[in-house]
């Protein structure tokens, strides 16, 4: 049996706690839907149309700073959503959401790779230096 004082907690030290509760369930959403075998863009176009629908704000394949990076999606200006359909998340995943993450200023990055059998949303914090 869980305290409800310990999920309180919990959710307080979460960052963004609601939003990507929201961003997640959207993703497992276009997961079931699409399946595991659809391109990275058919992924984004259906995320776009249900941050759409729940009137989430959000920016599509907006540039990061100077650098030429194109980051997949930022959701109501606090999160950067980082969709990929590969055979496996490398390290070179992690430093690239986090990179946009220095850039941006903002504090959590969702990487997704939608190819698995099984969704598992990563969440990436920006490491302050």
Do not use: W
């Amino acid at each position: 049996m869980t305290d409800k004082s310990d999920n309180k907690s919990t959710n307080e030290k979460l960052i963004h706690a609601e939003m990507s509760y929201q961003l997640v369930g959207i993703l497992f959403t276009a997961h079931k839907t699409l399946g595991r075998f659809a391109r990275e863009k058919q992924y984004g176009d259906f995320i776009e149309k249900e941050l759409q629908l729940q009137n989430v704000p959000y920016k599509r394949e907006f540039p990061i700073g100077s650098t030429g990076n194109i980051a997949d999606f930022m959701v109501d200006e606090k999160i950067i959503l980082e969709i990929k359909a590969v055979r496996i998340i490398t390290d070179e995943c992690y430093r690239q959401v986090q990179n946009y993450l220095q850039q941006s200023k903002l504090r959590l990055g969702l990487l997704v790779n939608f190819h698995t059998r099984f969704l598992k949303p990563h969440r990436v914090i920006r490491v302050d230096h």
